[in-house]
């Protein structure tokens, strides 16, 4: 099974398609609408607090490091 049919990487494709929607309604909310930059900035907070907790529990849960499976230096650009 190639990665590009694998469901798991259909999932995080749709994921990403819809963070990219909510990236491009925060900016825009932000730069035409004129709207607060903190409230978007704590949506933004609060939906990765909940994500990386996700991650944190479900490591716990299931006895496997989930975060170990990433290079983060790969983040850097």
């Known amino acids: 099974m ?3 049919n694998n469901p798991i990487n259909q999932h995080l494709q749709q994921a990403m398609d819809h ?3 909510a990236i491009n309604l925060s900016i ?3 730069l035409q609408q004129g709207k607060n930059k903190k ?5 933004w907070e609060q ?4 994500f990386i907790g996700l991650v ?4 716990v849960e ?3 490091n ?3 499976w990433i290079a983060f230096p790969r983040w850097r650009r």
């Open 2 to 4: 190639t990665l590009d």
């Open 19 to 21: 963070l990219e929607k």
């Open 28 to 30: 825009e909310q932000v």
């Open 39 to 43: 409230e978007i900035g704590r949506i």
């Open 47 to 50: 939906f990765i607090t909940l």
């Open 56 to 59: 944190r529990r479900k490591s």
């Open 62 to 64: 299931h006895r496997v």
């Open 66 to 68: 989930l975060l170990g």
